[in-house]
């Protein structure tokens, strides 16, 4: 997957999905994060359902298994609003996004790379809907939480910069 050679990926995947599904059961953490690998592989082919089905199922079991509370739960429901955000579908994805910033803020804090990237996922939504002045504050806060807790050249930082200056194009700023 991290050679960008998904088919093998794929393979090998499923493979070990069927292994941990006979010998640890579908509701495992440990199948868990095959569940989700699947549903990042599938992301990145853009096959937008089965991503969503596996991805689900991961947050079906980290829910299950360690509470909806949990960091885990957070870092899933962002994958899902950003498969949304890809799919089209912006309600949805600032729904997910929405429960992501809430549950990472309780669990891993509001200064957590993962929760200001969720942060920023949700301005992303409005920038694609439009909606410059709503997506602002969400790229200005991610900004802050981002730039405070990583070096500045860090690529998670540069992102949200680029979302700033294009907000600010398009403002006329």
């Given amino acids: 997957h991290q050679k960008h050679d998904e088919k093998s990926a794929l393979k090998y995947l499923m493979l070990a999905l069927r ?9 495992n953490s440990n199948t868990a994060i095959t569940y989700n690998n ?9 096959r937008y359902d089965d991503a969503i089905k596996y991805t689900e199922k ?8 360690y509470g909806e509370q ?3 739960s957070a870092l899933e429901r962002a994958n899902l ?10 309600k949805k994805a600032r729904d997910y996004y929405i429960k992501a910033i809430e549950v990472g803020k309780n669990s ?9 990237k969720a942060i920023d996922g949700m301005g992303t939504t409005y920038l694609t809907d ?41 403002m006329g700023v």
Avoid: C
């Fill in 81 to 90: 609003a950003s498969i949304f955000a890809d799919k089209g579908d912006l």
């Fill in 108 to 116: 891993l804090g509001l200064s957590h790379p993962e929760t200001a």
């Fill in 130 to 170: 439009g909606k410059i002045k709503l997506a602002l504050p969400y790229f200005l806060l991610a900004y802050k939480l981002l730039s405070d807790t990583l070096d500045q050249n860090h690529s998670d930082v540069m992102l949200v910069y680029k979302h700033l200056q294009t907000v600010h194009k398009k």
């Fill in 19 to 27: 292994i941990k599904e006979k010998q640890l059961g579908s509701m």
């Fill in 58 to 65: 991961s947050l079906d079991v980290y829910q299950a298994t």
């Fill in 38 to 46: 699947l549903g990042s592989v599938y992301w990145r082919l853009k």
């Fill in 70 to 72: 949990h960091p885990n």
